[in-house]
């Protein structure tokens, strides 16, 4: 299982890595969504999670356009921030599930065997 993490904080996009890492998973972190879409294809993703707040595309657009796009990958959300829209309703912003930093492990794990079904 390939994920693609995409987080422009670096500490917390290296320290997710790992930490798929360490639960059997293959990942690779991006500091944009544009990083990750200029190399989209040269990998076989099975999921993305991305921080919903970043420079340039912001994970909400990402995930809208990976929902819509012809790989249909399923997209975990991550943010600090608090948004009862997205909290709501995160299927309706092109995601599987939202997760708040900091979170657990098992909630990761929960949202990715999830997002893996689908």
């Excluded at 990083?35 to 990402?62: K, N, Q």
Aim: include cysteine; charged fraction near 25%; proline fraction near 4%.
């Amino acid at each position: 299982m390939l994920i693609a993490v995409i987080d422009d904080d670096k500490s917390f996009r290296i320290a997710l890595v790992e930490s798929l890492h360490s639960l059997g998973y293959g990942a690779h972190g991006f500091a944009s969504a544009e990083e990750f879409i200029a190399r989209e294809a040269d990998a076989s993703w099975e999921c993305v999670i991305t921080d919903i707040h970043m420079p340039g595309m912001s994970g909400l657009e990402l995930a809208r356009l990976l929902m819509t796009g012809p790989l249909g990958l399923p997209v975990v959300l991550v943010t600090a921030r608090s948004d009862s829209e997205i909290d709501a309703h995160p299927a309706a912003n092109g995601a599987i599930c939202l997760l708040r930093k900091p979170f657990k492990t098992d909630e990761l794990i929960a949202c990715l065997d999830k997002a893996l079904k689908v």
